[in-house]
C-alpha cells in the first residue's frame, strides 16, 4: 500500500469530529496532497528550504522565506483533515524541533497545515509563518549577536577542500567531512544553493560537541566531464547564524556516451533519426544488441565501438508508439559495466 494511501485509510479510523450542517469530505486528490506533504517536510528536514519552496503557493513564497522558526529534526505526515470545500486542505503533522530547553536537545509539536489546490496541484498556502513552523517560546529568546560569536569560535569545519578525483556518470557515494565544535548550543547545518551533485545529508540529531562530522551525498548522474563547486553552508542555532563554503572539485568520466541527431527535432512516426555512439576509453569494444523495447525498428547499427569513436544507430518510430529509451549492450564489460543507456528527448505524441 502506498504511504499516501495509508495515511488516508487512518482518518476514517481517528476520532473527528463531523459537522452535520455542512457536507465533509476529504479534499480532492488526496493521495497528491499526502504525496505533495510528505516531499515538502522531506526537503525541510533535509534542510533544504529553498528548494521547499516549490510546494509553497508562489504568491505566499516571500511570506514563507520570512519565517522565523526554529530548526525541524523530523517530520511525520499523519493524516488529513476533513474539509467542507475540496479545494482547500489542512494536513496534520508531527514535528521535532531543536529546543536548548529540552534535556534531549529537542521538542516534540503536533500542527496543522494549510493546503490549497491551484493550476492541477497542491501548495501550501502560508498565511502565518507562525502556523507552519513550531517557533521558539519566549523564554528561549537569545542574544542573536551573541550566540553568532560563540558559533564563529567554537564550530570549525576541517576539510573545507575535497578532491573527489575522477568519478563515473552514474555513480552515487557518501563522503564525511569532518568537523570540530567545542560549544554547548545544538546546532543544524543547511546547504544554501542546490547543485546537481552534492547534497547534504540529513542530521538525525543536532551537532553538540560529541558530533565528528556531517555528511554529503554524491551523485553523477546526467553529468560529464570536470566540476568546481562552492558549496555555501549556513550553521544555525535559531535564529542565529554563520555561513561556511566548503568546496567539492572532480571530474565526471562517462565511459560510453551519446549524441542524438538533429538533438532538438521532435522524434516523429516513420521519420529516421540517428544517435551516436561513441566509445571514449582506450578499449575496443563489441556490440552484442541495441535493446529498444520494440518501440522503433533499429536501420542500422554497429558491430564494434572502436577505442575513441563514435558509430551511428539509425532508427524510426513505429505507429503508436513512444520512444523512451536506447541500451547498448556491450560484449565485455566497460568499467564494470556492460550495458549503457540513452534516453530521448523531444518525442512527438
Known amino acids: 500500500m502506498r504511504k499516501g494511501a495509508g495515511l488516508i485509510l487512518a482518518l476514517y479510523l481517528s476520532s473527528i469530529p463531523v459537522i452535520f450542517c455542512q457536507e465533509v469530505r476529504l479534499p480532492r486528490n488526496p493521495e497528491k496532497l499526502i504525496d505533495r506533504a510528505l516531499a515538502f517536510w522531506a526537503l525541510i528536514t533535509s534542510n533544504q528550504r529553498s528548494r521547499a519552496l516549490e510546494f509553497v503557493l508562489p504568491a505566499k513564497r516571500d511570506l514563507f522565506l520570512a519565517g522565523r522558526a526554529m530548526p525541524v529534526l523530523k517530520a511525520k505526515v499523519v493524516g488529513l483533515d476533513l474539509t467542507t470545500k475540496a479545494d482547500q486542505g489542512a494536513v496534520r503533522t508531527t514535528v521535532e524541533v531543536l529546543s536548548i530547553e529540552s ?16 493550476d492541477g496541484n497542491w501548495y501550501l498556502n502560508v498565511e502565518n509563518p507562525q502556523d507552519i513552523f513550531p517557533h521558539s517560546p519566549v523564554n528561549e529568546e537569545i542574544d542573536i549577536n551573541e550566540a553568532r560569536k560563540q558559533i564563529e569560535k567554537n ?76 558549496l555555501p553552508l549556513t550553521i544555525r542555532y535559531l535564529t542565529a547564524a554563520v555561513e561556511r563554503t566548503v568546496t567539492v572539485k572532480g571530474n565526471v568520466f562517462v565511459p560510453v556516451s551519446f549524441r542524438q541527431v538533429p538533438p532538438n527535432g521532435p522524434i516523429e512516426q516513420g521519420r529516421e533519426f540517428s544517435v551516436f555512439i561513441r566509445n571514449n576509453t582506450e578499449e575496443k569494444v563489441g556490440v552484442s544488441g541495441i535493446i529498444v523495447d520494440a518501440k522503433l525498428d533499429v536501420l542500422k547499427r554497429p558491430e564494434v565501438l ?18 523512451d529509451r536506447l541500451t547498448v549492450v556491450l560484449d565485455m564489460p566497460l568499467h564494470g559495466l556492460d550495458r549503457y543507456s540513452h534516453r530521448f528527448r523531444n518525442v512527438a505524441h
Open 103 to 118: 534535556p534531549s536537545g529537542s521538542l516534540t509539536w503536533n500542527i496543522t497545515d494549510p493546503w490549497i489546490w491551484k
Open 155 to 230: 564550530f570549525h569545519v576541517l576539510r573545507d577542500q575535497i578532491d573527489f578525483g575522477t568519478l563515473l556518470e552514474g555513480q552515487h557515494f557518501n563522503i564525511d567531512v569532518p568537523i570540530e565544535y567545542t560549544g554547548d548550543l545544538p546546532l543544524t547545518i543547511e546547504l544554501g544553493i542546490p547543485n546537481p551533485l552534492v547534497a547534504l545529508g540529513q542530521l538525525s540529531e543536532p551537532i553538540t560537541s560529541r558530533s565528528k562530522n556531517f555528511v554529503l551525498l554524491v551523485g553523477t548522474d546526467n553529468w560529464e566531464g570536470p566540476f568546481t563547486l562552492p
Open 306 to 323: 572502436p577505442p575513441h569513436e563514435e558509430e551511428e544507430v539509425v532508427l524510426k518510430l513505429r505507429p503508436g508508439q513512444i520512444a
